[in-house]
């Protein structure tokens, strides 16, 4: 069986004119020194590893996820590098480096010392159902529903569901209108990004500045507090700019 040939796997992006050491990161299988490809003052920070389609499994996703942290802890300038992407040799990263770096150029003093926090408000079973129970129309249109034949409740069930969709928009906008625009309020940039399943009335994601953030920790404490009986908030971060920077990487970009 023939050994997989290496190639150069990438991370994030930082500001960096001399070779930088983070030390090393278990990564498919075996310890790697992590190192710097540069072009002028741009560095991709990357291992070598095999070339191969990597798949964005939980444990590869935290690896990745960890070289950049790691990175964060010392530079002030992170873009970070969407997973699973690996060239053939460094001469092809810096290729690539030489093709984003005018982008990276405007990028790097749009994240420096900016980090993201995220926040999911996800709403309490037992309240979600008293606030449905409370509304006249939904209730009364689950009546008319259980009154009536499959066939002949085909239509009102259409409409149960639209008015059941209806509400829990108006859920999501009193919190967007309380919770997100309060945080909004003390970060550089802010976006409320699809909801994932029923009960989730907030995805959240907020770009602060890291003096900032004992301020915004604080901000999110006070929500909680207003909140708590309703709601539960899933808090996390800081990570990089994930959110507000959208560089995608493909091999062919370098050939």
């Not at 994030?12 to 490809?37: W, Y």
């Not at 604080?218 to 539960?232: A, P, S």
């Amino acid at each position: 069986m023939m050994a997989e040939e290496n190639g150069v796997y990438v991370f994030c992006c930082i500001q960096a004119e001399s070779a930088k050491d983070f030390g090393s990161v278990h990564f498919e299988g075996e310890d790697r020194p992590v190192f710097t490809v540069h072009y002028e003052d741009a560095a991709m920070v990357a291992v070598e590893a095999p070339i191969k389609i990597y798949h964005p499994k939980k444990e590869n996703l935290m690896t990745h996820q960890q070289v950049i942290s790691k990175v964060m802890e010392s530079e002030s300038s992170v873009v970070p590098i969407s997973f699973g992407n690996v060239f053939q040799t460094r001469m092809d990263t810096e290729v690539l480096l030489k093709n984003l770096y005018p982008q990276l150029v405007k990028l790097f003093p749009e994240v420096r010392n900016k980090i993201e926090i995220g926040l999911k408000v996800v709403g309490k079973k037992d309240w979600l159902e008293n606030q449905v129970q409370q509304n006249e129309k939904v209730m009364k249109q689950k009546q008319t529903v259980a009154n009536k034949t499959e066939a002949a409740g085909y239509f009102d069930r259409i409409k149960l569901g639209e008015m059941a969709q209806d509400f829990f928009k108006m859920l999501k906008q009193d919190v967007e209108g309380d919770v997100h625009a309060s945080l909004a309020k003390l970060a550089e940039s802010a976006k409320s990004n699809e909801t994932l399943g029923e009960k989730m009335l907030l995805n959240g994601a907020y770009l602060i500045d890291r003096d900032k953030e004992e301020a915004f920790d604080k901000k999110v404490n006070e929500l909680h507090e207003r909140w708590k009986d309703k709601v539960d908030f899933k808090y996390t971060g800081p990570w990089p700019a994930y959110n507000f920077i959208n560089i995608k990487l493909k091999v062919e970009e370098t050939t």
